[in-house]
C-alpha cells in the first residue's frame, strides 16, 4: 500500500497527453489523456485532481474512479472521462508493477497469446492508397483503415462515392482487410448511397457512417445492410454505449481507453459488448501508454478481434511516432498481422522519462483540422 504523493502531467508532440503518478514509497504508473484538439481542457480537470487526490491510497482504483466521475455532480463527456482515464491507466501500472505483474493479470488473466493488428493508410484527403497499403504489407500487417471520402457536403458529387469503391477494390487486390472510416463525415443522403455501392467489395467494416449523436439514423442503416457497423470513439461511458447496444445498430464497439475512463470503464464496456454478442475493436490513434492499455483489455475479453495502432499515421508528424517515449519499442513489431501479447509488468513499456519532459517542454497543444466547402460552410472533419 502507497499514498499518492505526486501526479504529474506532460504535453508531447505529436499531440499526446501522458500522466504520471507516484506514491511515497516511490512507485510509478504512466497513464494517457490524450483528447485530441481539447488538451488544455484536459489539463485544467487534471489540476484540479492532482491537489484532490494527493494522499490517497493508490491501490484504491475503483474508489477514485468513483470519486472522479460522480464526486462532482456533473459527470461525463470527453474532457472528464480523458482526464479520468490517464489518472486510471496510471493507477493501473503503477499497482501491477508494484506486484511485477502484467495488468491482465490481475483482471482475470488472458485469453489469447497475440492479438490482431490494423494502421492507417490514405491520411484525411484519401489519396495514393496502393503504395501505402503495399508499405503496410512490407511492415507485417494484413489489414488497413482508411477514411471513405474527403470533406463532403450534405449532398455532394457520386463522383466522390465512386473514388471510395476504387481505392477499396485496389486494396483488397493486394490481399488486405479494409476497414473504411465514414468518420462521421458523411451525412445521412451520401452514407445510404456509398454503403449500397460498397456492399458488393465486403468491407472489413464500415466506421460511424453517420455522428453518433444520430443514433436513429444508424439504426436505420443497420437495418438495410450487411455490412458490419463499427462506431464508439465518441462515446464516453457504459452509459453512453448502453442504447447502441440495446437498439441492436452496432456490431463491432471502438471505444477509446483514453476517451472513455480508462482501464477500469473499458472492461466494464468490454462485458457489456459480450452480453449482446458485439465485437471490440478498440479506437487508438493515440500514444503508445493508450496502446499499451488497450491490449491489457484486448488480452482478456473474449469478443476482441483487431486492434487499431496509430504506427505511422497521418497524425504523427514532427519526428515522433508510437515508438517514441520508450525504451522497448520492439514490443510493437507486427508478424502475419499480429503482435505479441505484452509481458511485462505494469502496461508492458518502459517509459523513456527524460525524453518525455524535454520533449514536453515548450510542446503546443494540437489543433484539430476544420475542413470548409466552396461557400466557405464548416464541414465535419
Known sequence: MGKIAKIEYFRVPPRWLFVKITDL???????EASLEGHTQAVEGCLDAWADKYLGFEADDIEHIWQLSYRG??????????????????ALWDLKARRLDVPIYQLL?????????????????????????ANAR???????????????????????????????????????????????????????????????PH????????????????????????????????????????RPFLESGCVDILQPDISHVGGISEMRRI????????????????????????N??????????????????IHYNVGGQDLTSYTLNPEVWKVTNGYIDLLSGPGLGIEIDEAQVRELSKDSKAWVSPNFFGPGNELREW
Open 202 to 241: 465486403d468491407p472489413l467494416f464500415i466506421e460511424e457512417p453517420l455522428l453518433s449523436e444520430n443514433i436513429g439514423g444508424i439504426r436505420d442503416i443497420a437495418s438495410h445492410t450487411h455490412l458490419p457497423i463499427a462506431l464508439g470513439e465518441r462515446l464516453h461511458s457504459r452509459w453512453d454505449v
Open 137 to 199: 504489407k512490407t511492415q507485417g500487417f494484413d489489414a488497413v483503415k482508411m477514411n471513405a471520402t474527403e470533406d463532403l457536403g450534405w449532398l455532394d458529387s457520386p463522383r466522390k462515392l465512386e473514388e471510395c469503391v476504387e481505392r477499396v477494390k485496389t486494396v483488397k487486390a493486394l490481399g488486405l482487410d479494409a476497414g473504411v472510416d465514414f468518420h462521421g463525415r458523411v451525412h445521412k443522403p451520401m452514407a445510404k448511397q456509398l454503403i449500397a455501392k460498397l456492399e
Open 72 to 89: 462532482g455532480f456533473y459527470r461525463g463527456g470527453p474532457v472528464l472521462m480523458s482526464a479520468l482515464s490517464g489518472i486510471d491507466i
Open 295 to 312: 491490449i491489457q483489455i484486448d488480452a482478456t475479453s473474449p469478443n476482441f478481434v483487431i486492434q487499431e495502432m496509430s504506427l505511422g
Open 25 to 31: 514509497e516511490g512507485n510509478v504508473g504512466w497513464g
Open 108 to 132: 482475470g488473466g488472458k485469453v489469447r497469446d497475440k492479438l490482431r493488428v490494423y494502421a492507417w493508410i490514405g491520411g484525411d484527403r484519401p489519396s495514393d492508397v496502393e503504395a501505402q
Open 270 to 293: 468490454a462485458s457489456a459488448c459480450e452480453t449482446y454478442d458485439v465485437a471490440l475493436a478498440p479506437h487508438c490513434p493515440l500514444g503508445p501508454i493508450a496502446l499499451a492499455a
